[in-house]
């Protein structure tokens, strides 16, 4: 195994877009304690990314409206290179995190970032993470709210969408 | 004679492991050998964006022998596979027990593709950008170094997104280089088919060498206000031209010598070359008549929306024209003529001639609604009603008539999507259709004469509702043209009623707004009962979701969804004000 190869670092943003308000809250409205509304975006080449309502997209990194991340895990290192990573990147645009696939619960930022992290460095991103729907879901405020809550497509604005997906 | 006892598997003491072999050995008929035909088979998952598949491999092959196996599974060449396991790229001397590859284990693969520098460009000059618009267009597909192509690439993102153009014809870089006259006499002498055609008409070329006139032409490019102005000016200079003896022939020549094989030209390359209809039709001006036009000129001086006479001079008043008004020009490349579309009365006679063009000519039709600049125009309309609104409102027609615009407002939502149904779109584009629509027409317009009173109670039906979706559409078309999209002016605003001889015509024109207004309502009505879908499968989600808060009567939610429109806010509304609590 050559050691020769560069090694790029691979971090995990994550954000809480309740900013608080879960942690303190959930206990009252769903029954079990959520520490918070996760929202996450891999950061490596010196660049954020992460999977909204228009696709996969790109900022630098902390620089969506959400503002610094709350939490940063290091996931390890990757010797892929940012060219194959962008073909990468751009192949998934275009099949599963197309925009339109976005799905609150199902298939959302956490899935995309998980993928992506499983694909850089081989290593998931923490579980409390993408166990976040289904432990909504599990309540029955959940299940009352689902309707309304898989119709909301969250896009952090501040982002460059790659690979000019278009929806329209 | 001692057995040598290696860790063989083949012939393990077990015998397990022989029993694996055995089942795995159907497995290996698509696989690859390893030379050395030992060594466990192991499944391996292997991911690509886009799938994944099983594949079972030795489990010490080297990566070299992985690659084989997976090129001939995803049809690729082995120098375009990079493996990546754990992070780490797989490289051919490797072997798959190096990196720790077991059985169930997933790799993932990315098939390199031949463009890959410009999205690590794009991202970076993004983070970075200076230029504004230019340089997501610059991203976008900036590998080719061919001129040519990146034209074509540009000319099929402007078409895919009208917002863009105006964007673009905004940017300052853009408007520097507009105005430099030469420049664009380059680009345009550079489209080898604007060459011919400069070949066999040495107006053009002359044309172009004037730098005056593309000075001008490139301002009015720029400023759409002006260039509709310029429309208008011209088109009554060439109606006035129009009754001086001998002016028609003239007319017919000028038109026929030189704007006809310069538009047909334009309209088949204007794929590639978004300019070509800028340069070349500001020579001679705008539309002429086409056939013989017996009826009395429009009044130039009158209210405006009667004042557009040659650029709908042929269809108004109801001649059939050869060419159906499909000349692009300046203001509009694709060749639509609205005045003949846009002639909304839907009894009318210029409605008539309209069908007739269609169904002689679904070519028209065809290319019409197979823009993709309409497209895009109709779906970002239907996304965003408040703009078509405001398209409807710049519209002349309403101007006097705030009913009407209500109405309108209210049906908006509903005719956007009929429009979306390609049902709808299908039935224009199919010349028996429209003469069947056509048919209707008549037969509506015989019915309205003899039993004005039966109007009201017709049920609406599928057929009928399409048709209003025709009309309707003719009828925003040249609002669309006029109002909504700069850049794209009409010659003058669309004519309310035809200047038609007929004493009564003004008594005809009451009735026809008002048959309109009837046919509205009918529309909101039968496009519940129109297009493929009953009601209730349309709102199924709006059902749903009332149900889910608590709205339990399905026929009372039924009826307020259509009532609205599938608007669930107005429908609860509905729902409220109807129930004592």
Known sequence: ???????????LYIYDLSRGMARSLSPIMLGKQLDGIWHTAIVAYGDEFFFGGEGISSCPPGGTMLGPPDTVVELGETEVSEEIFMDYLSSLGESTYRGDRYRLFEHNCNTFTNEVAQFLTGRPIPSYITDLPSEVLSTPFGQILRPILDSIHIAPPGGNVINGGRNI | MTRKLTPNPSCSIGGVKMADQGVADPGNNNNNKPETSEGTIIKVTVKTPKDKEEIAIAEDASVTQFKEEISRRFKAKQDQLVLIFAGKILKDGDSLSQHGIKDGLTVHLVIKTAHNPSLCNYLHSNTTSGFGDLASLAGLGMGSANFMELQQQMQRQLMSNPEMLSQIMENPLVQNMMSNPDLMRQMIMANPQMQQLMERNPEISHMLNNPELMRQTMELARNPAMMQEMMRNQDRALSNLESIPGGYNALRRMYTDIQEPMFS????????????ALGGSSESGAQPSRTENREPLPNPWGPPNSSNPSESGGSTTGSTSTTGGSNPSVSNPLGINPGSLGNGMFSSPGMQSLLQQISENPQLMQNMLSAPYMRSMMSSLAQNPELASQVLMNNPLFAGNPQLQEQFRAQLPIF????????????MTNPRAMQALMQIQQGLQTLQTEAPGLMPRYAPTGRYTLDNGFQLFCFFWPSLMTGGIPGIPTGGGMPVENPAPSPSSAATNTAQQQLMQQMLQMFAGGGAGGSTQTPEVRFQSQLDQLNAMGFINREANLQALIATGGDINAAIERLLGSQPS
């Open chain 2, 416 to 427: 956007l999507q009929q429009m979306q149904n390609p049902e709808s779109m299908s039935v």
């Open chain 1, 1 to 11: 195994m050559d050691k020769n190869a560069t090694r790029y670092s691979v971090q």
């Open chain 2, 265 to 276: 030209a334009a309209r088949e390359q204007f794929g590639s070359n978004p300019f070509s």
